[in-house]
């Protein structure tokens, strides 16, 4: 049973947050932060919306306590992707069935920022006295590398004072210590375009990025985590383009890959891996540039033994009466900015459901999400004595 709030203003607010179409691209989360904001007003906490690119606002809620101590950062994203098609309910509904409330977001991530908002808000009901301060950061831009979200929050010094950190990712209420890093690189092949009936003429770029897709799959990880699943870093082509009609040979191809990332492995050890390979192509009679995208995430992993992992892990347990299953995350999130950048032991934790991201007919158990606001409000009271 949730202690100070009820169970339908978590529903409810859970709803109004996936009414909202904040898909990415555009990114625009101007309803979305409102929403958020007037909940707090409202509540008599303050929060303010803040933006450097026009659409994608971001939420800053913070609640003081008494005396100086602590300070708990709390990190969810508002955008989401696109919903796609065969929905069976509308992806923006919030329709509730069955114990599941649906919708895109529902799982990444709106009912981990409903939660930690609903747990604010019931901590603050509660009266209890605290030392301290919880930040609470609602973003936008996570999908597309949160240069406007929360990497431009720590860039204006927000959060950063932050002794722990908590990210309401969903991880279906399991602690989650860190998540594999992303690099996405774009390389573009250039040959020489000539009439297809004399290809012997030109420079297929296309056959030439064949070859080179060839030595791509020739990847052999170099390191290996066991904390982590899977427990190798990856190297996937995941686009591919080129040419401009059927009657002439290509002169251009462009691949793009995917390199998910282990800690230990850098940007530059990343790409002198990307030169090893292309040299081992031989495809000297084209050239190749290699072009890192702006939006990354770096690979980070915390102790088990940090004190934001044993209080929550305390907390799990007296909620639900079983200790939470322990893990890492395969995808991105923005704790890698938290951790990176601010320096914060940051744990994943949330309510949704990993394998129902980004799926048709994403929903998560309304359950969860109360489960996640008691065990929220309770690591409050004990962090933040």
């Known amino acids: ?79 989401v992707v696109v919903p796609g098609e065969d929905w069976t309910v509308d992806p923006f509904g919030g329709e509730i069935r069955d114990g599941q409330i649906y919708g895109r977001g529902t799982c990444d991530m709106k009912s981990g920022i409903a939660a930690m908002m609903a747990a604010m808000v019931g901590f603050k009901r509660s009266k209890k006295k605290f030392n301290g301060e919880i930040i609470l950061m609602a973003v936008g831009d996570e999908e597309t590398g949160s240069q406007y979200g929360t990497r431009y929050l720590l860039e204006q010094k927000i959060g950063l004072q932050a002794d722990f950190a908590i990210v309401t990712e969903p991880t279906d209420l399991k ?96 790409m002198s891996e990307i030169s090893h390979i292309i040299k081992s192509a031989a495809l000297s009679s084209v050239t190749i540039d290699i072009e890192m995208r702006p939006g990354f995430w770096d690979p980070y992993l915390i102790s088990e033994s940090e004190p934001i992992v044993q209080v929550l892990k305390n907390s799990c347990k007296k909620i639900t009466g079983k200790n939470p299953l322990i893990g890492t995350k395969p995808a991105c999130t923005d704790g890698s900015h938290l951790f990176h950048m601010g320096k914060i032991p940051t744990l994943l934790f949330g309510p949704g459901l990993p394998a129902l991201s980004h799926q048709v007919d994403e929903h998560v158990p309304l359950q969860n999400i109360y489960l996640a606001t008691d065990i929220l409000i309770d690591a409050f009271e004990v962090l933040l004595r």
């Not at 009414?19 to 929060?47: L, M, R, S, W």
């Not at 030439?208 to 982590?228: E, M, S, V, W, Y």
């Not at 995917?258 to 850098?266: A, C, I, Q, S």
Request: hydrophobic fraction near 35%; glycine fraction near 8%; include cysteine.
């Open 175 to 270: 602690l989650e210590l860190g998540n594999r890093g992303l690099r996405w690189i774009d390389l573009s092949i250039t040959g020489k375009a000539c009439h297809a009936g004399r290809p012997h003429v030109g420079i297929n770029a296309i056959e030439h990025g064949a070859r080179l897709i060839d030595a791509i799959r020739t990847f052999k990880p170099q390191i290996r985590n066991d904390k982590f699943e899977p427990p190798v870093p990856s190297l996937s082509v995941t686009q591919i383009s080129g040419g401009s009609q059927a009657n002439v040979i290509p002169n251009k191809c462009r691949i793009t890959l995917d390199r998910r990332m282990l800690p230990g492995e850098t940007t530059e050890t990343v």
């Open 1 to 79: 049973m949730i202690r100070y709030i009820k169970e339908s203003e978590i529903s409810e607010l859970t709803q109004a947050l996936i009414k909202q179409p904040t898909v990415n691209p555009p990114g625009d989360t101007n309803q979305c932060a409102q929403i958020i904001t007037d909940y707090f007003h409202k509540n008599g906490i303050e929060a303010d919306i803040l933006q450097c690119k026009n659409g994608i606002a971001n939420v800053v809620a913070k609640y003081k306590g008494t005396q100086s101590g602590k300070t708990l950062l709390l990190n969810g994203h508002m955008d």
